[in-house]
Each structure stands twice: as C-alpha cells, then as structure tokens.
C-alpha cells in the first residue's frame, strides 16, 4: 500500500513538472508580424509569421526572455543602429550569419528556410 502511495505521488509530480510550464507558456501570436527598421534601412519591411516557426521554442528567437518576460522585441537590446556587427547591433540581431539567435544564422545553420535579401524583406516603397 505505501508502495503504490509513493508512486502515485511521483507520478503526480513528474506530470506536475512536465504539463505545467506546457499550460502557463506565453502563446505566440496567431497573425503574422510585419518588421519595420527603426533606422534608415536600405531594405524594406519583414513579415515573420510565428506559424511557420511553431515548433521552435520561443528562447530560441527570444533568448533573453527570462531576464525579461515581457518585452519580446529586439530593439531593446539590440539598439545600436549605426553599426552591423557586435552585440547590440540591431542589424545583427536578425542578419549574424554564425548566431542561431538571429533570422539568418538559424536558417543557414538548419538548412532551410529563406537567406536572401528579397526572399524575407518586401520591395521598399
């Protein structure tokens, strides 16, 4: 009898501690999200569609997300406008071609998905 106590309250516990995060994770958002440059781009606006990036975890895109919850965009730290390289390079945040948190460097390092300009960024108006 206390056997079955015992696994029962692990059972428990061990779904606790998988299905929990699973009901409280932040839902991303259903419609597509049009990026606009704060700066002087040379390119024209991003749609990203989260649909298609589904089974990517959102740290994956967002890795700051536990310092701080609730504020998902770039721009936050990735402020420098001015230059394309280094951390709080806004450029970089989307385009660092070695860096699986950026739009290129995890299109190129999982072999799919679009790496040319015109194929992400919509003719500038």
């Known amino acids: 009898m206390k056997r079955i106590v015992i696994i029962s309250v692990v059972c428990a516990a061990l779904v606790g501690f998988v299905a929990l995060p699973v009901l409280f994770a932040a839902d991303a958002p259903k419609q597509d999200i049009v990026m606009k440059s704060p700066g002087a781009a040379t390119q024209g606006t991003v749609t990203l569609s989260h649909a298609k990036h589904g089974k990517q975890k959102c740290e994956e895109c967002h890795h700051k997300i536990k310092e701080n919850p609730k504020d998902y965009k770039c721009g936050t730290c990735h402020s420098d406008l001015k230059e394309k390289k280094g951390g709080k390079s806004y450029y970089a945040a989307f385009h660092a071609p070695t860096s ?3 739009c290129m460097g995890c299109h190129k390092s999982m072999k799919q998905g679009p790496t040319a300009c ?3 960024h919509a003719k500038k108006s």
Do not use: D
Request: charge should be positive; hydrophobic fraction near 0%.
């Open 100 to 102: 699986n948190h950026s």
């Open 118 to 120: 015109n194929k992400c």
